[in-house]
């Protein structure tokens, strides 16, 4: 069966610093991954995808993730992070050898950027 | 162009009660997924539509809950006898569908409370 960990409950960064959310995830196949964001009393933000080719994904809001097969990872990525990027972020997985419809989500990361 | 919506926004139901969570995809879109999302947790999939019928139900957590798509746009939750532990974000997502790897588009969510 699919699952996605995201180990960190919370991330703390000064604003500007480069911020890093992690994420693994265990499926039987080639995975389709994502990420979304949260904003209090908000709807999930789509904010990127892999689904093959290129391992780097740039999305929305300048972040990016690297999918690593070897490592089962799809950590989230911004070079220099801003104190509007403070929200919950989740990494979800799609196992397309199961359909692909379903979609997995981990509990979520709490991403603080101080000014 | 409009987004997903969900109504009512909040619902407030004693024990045992019947309620109806209602959602409006984004016009167009032939999938339609509906999550649960508890305190501190990441959304959990109950069910996904491909037009009118669904396609995976495997989510539900038992037979208090039902969905339906009678005309493939609009759908309805429905949850029979109400408990405390249903109390929980429920969140309603399209995506243009019928590809797996089309992004879900998530609408803002119905806060459930069972007293």
Same mark, same amino acid.
């Given at each position: 069966?699919?699952?996605?960990?995201?180990?960190?409950?919370?991330?703390?960064?000064?604003?500007?610093? !480069?911020?890093?959310?992690?994420?693994?995830?265990?499926?039987?196949?080639? !995975?389709?991954?994502?990420?979304?964001?949260?904003? !209090?009393?908000?709807?999930?933000?789509?904010?990127?995808?892999?689904?093959?080719?290129?391992?780097?994904?740039?999305?929305?809001?300048?972040?990016?993730?690297?999918?690593?097969?070897?490592?089962?990872?799809?950590?989230?990525?911004? !070079?220099?992070?801003?104190?509007?990027?403070?929200?919950?972020?989740?990494?979800?997985?799609?196992?397309?050898?199961?359909?692909?419809?379903?979609?997995?989500?981990?509990?979520?990361?709490?991403?603080?950027?101080?000014? | 162009?409009?987004?997903?919506?969900?109504?009512?926004?909040?619902?407030?139901?004693?024990?045992?009660?019947?309620?109806? %969570?209602?959602?409006?995809?984004?016009?167009?879109?032939?999938?339609?997924?509906?999550?649960?999302?508890?305190?501190?947790?990441?959304?959990?999939?109950?069910?996904?539509?491909?037009?009118?019928?669904?396609?995976?139900?495997?989510? %539900?957590?038992?037979?208090?809950?039902?969905?339906?798509?009678?005309?493939?746009?609009?759908?309805?939750?429905?949850?029979?006898?109400?408990?405390?532990?249903?109390?929980?974000?429920?969140?309603?997502?399209?995506?243009?569908?019928?590809?797996?790897?089309?992004?879900?588009?998530?609408?803002?969510?119905?806060? %459930?409370?069972? %007293?």
């Amino acid at each position: 069966a699919q699952s996605v960990a995201q180990p960190e409950d919370q991330v703390n960064v000064a604003e500007g610093n !480069p911020l890093t959310v992690k994420c693994t995830y265990s499926v039987s196949g080639n !995975p389709y991954l994502f990420w979304y964001v949260q904003y !209090p009393n908000r709807g999930l933000q789509f904010l990127l995808k892999y689904i093959t080719g290129d391992n780097l994904v740039k999305g929305s809001y300048g972040f990016e993730a690297e999918f690593n097969k070897s490592q089962t990872s799809f950590h989230l990525k911004k !070079p220099s992070a801003l104190v509007s990027d403070s929200a919950l972020y989740f990494c979800a997985v799609r196992d397309p050898n199961t359909g692909g419809f379903k979609t997995i989500f981990g509990a979520g990361t709490r991403l603080f950027v101080k000014a | 162009g409009a987004g997903v919506s969900q109504t009512p926004s909040n619902k407030v139901t004693e024990k045992g009660k019947y309620v109806e %969570l209602r959602c409006d995809p984004i016009s167009g879109h032939t999938a339609l997924y509906w999550y649960r999302q508890s305190l501190g947790q990441g959304p959990e999939f109950l069910i996904y539509f491909q037009g009118t019928g669904a396609a995976d139900d495997s989510g %539900l957590p038992n037979d208090r809950f039902f969905a339906v798509r009678p005309e493939g746009s609009v759908s309805t939750l429905k949850i029979q006898r109400t408990e405390r532990g249903d109390s929980a974000v429920y969140l309603c997502a399209s995506s243009r569908g019928p590809t797996s790897t089309d992004t879900q588009y998530f609408g803002p969510g119905t806060r %459930l409370t069972v %007293l």
